[in-house]
């Protein structure tokens, strides 16, 4: 234990302030030779176990180049359920399989998603919720003119749009009602990461965070409403844009989930994860 002194003059300190006192220091006091008993123990259990830690630096220093990679990730197979039913260990992070062998990746692996491909799961975690009827969801949220094309939309449908977007349309919204979501996961989905809460759509080979499913799903309800999907972008950047202060349009990742969502069909597969652009 280190001994510092210490010069203190108290004019003018009643009993009670003193006594007072005595305990802050007392409790710094207790907490330094608890300091100094930890400190002693780490350093008799390094010394004691030398040439194990040199052998596991040794091992593994080339492959944790990144703070945030760990040595060994998994093959993940999930079944049409969304549950992990085989982990086969390998260097570098997770990479996701169905059952059948295709390669599923998340839609925003490089921010919001991250999270997962250097995760720890075992067999039987829930890693996706599957949602196989689509157009039943859109058709039960409403369509917009369904049949008449972009190109004979009018004003009063585009501002429909507008407003059914933050309501019946507003899918992140309604995924939360349905599956019970708290705020604190659309939060993670949403900005700060670390979401365990996803979605996989028919045979569609992306997973998607709930704010990126909400995405998926207005794609999908602007298609089948008949707009054309270069306004539908134009007007979500031009949202996105004012209600930035001016700052940023909509993500790339927005943008892809909502291309994803416009092209999609039950048999679509083997969407282009972003990892692979």
């Known amino acids: 234990m280190n001994i510092r002194k210490h010069n203190i003059q108290l004019n003018d300190t009643s009993e009670s302030e003193m006594a007072r ?25 390094v010394k004691e176990n030398h040439e194990i ?5 040794s091992q593994y220093t080339n492959v ?12 993940v197979t999930i079944n049409s359920k969304g549950y992990v039913t085989k982990l086969i260990k390998k260097e570098g992070s997770n990479r996701f399989f169905d059952e059948n062998g295709t390669e599923l990746f998340f839609n925003d692996p490089k921010i919001t998603d991250k ?17 196989i009827n689509v157009l039943d969801r859109i058709k039960a949220a409403g ?25 019946d349309w507003d899918f992140p919204i309604g995924l ?24 996989k759509f028919g045979k569609h080979n992306i997973i998607y965070n709930i704010a990126d ?32 202060g001016f700052q940023n ?11 994803n969502g416009y092209n999609y069909q039950y048999y679509n597969q083997k969407v282009r994860g972003w990892d692979q652009e």
Do not use: C
Request: avoid cysteine.
């Open 21 to 45: 006192f005595r305990q802050i220091m007392l409790g710094i006091w207790r907490q330094q030779i608890e300091d100094d008993k930890n400190s002693i123990e780490m350093l008799k259990f």
């Open 53 to 57: 830690l040199n052998k596991f630096d």
């Open 64 to 75: 944790l180049n990144d703070s945030d990679k760990r040595a060994l990730g998994n093959n």
């Open 115 to 131: 999270h997962m491909l250097y995760g720890y799961f075992e067999v039987k975690d829930k890693i996706f919720i599957p949602i």
């Open 143 to 167: 369509e917009i003119s369904p049949n008449v094309s972009g190109s004979y939309k009018n004003i009063s449908d585009y501002i429909k749009l507008a407003i059914k977007s933050n309501e």
């Open 176 to 199: 939360k009602m349905e599956y019970k979501i708290s705020n604190e996961e659309m939060n993670k989905a949403g900005y700060n990461g670390g979401s365990r809460t996803y979605f």
């Open 213 to 244: 499913a909400g995405q998926f799903l207005w794609g999908n309800a602007v298609s089948n409403s008949g707009f054309l999907l270069e306004s539908a972008l134009e007007g979500v950047n031009n949202y996105e844009y004012l209600f930035s």
């Open 249 to 259: 349009g909509d993500s790339a990742e927005d943008t892809q989930a909502i291309k």
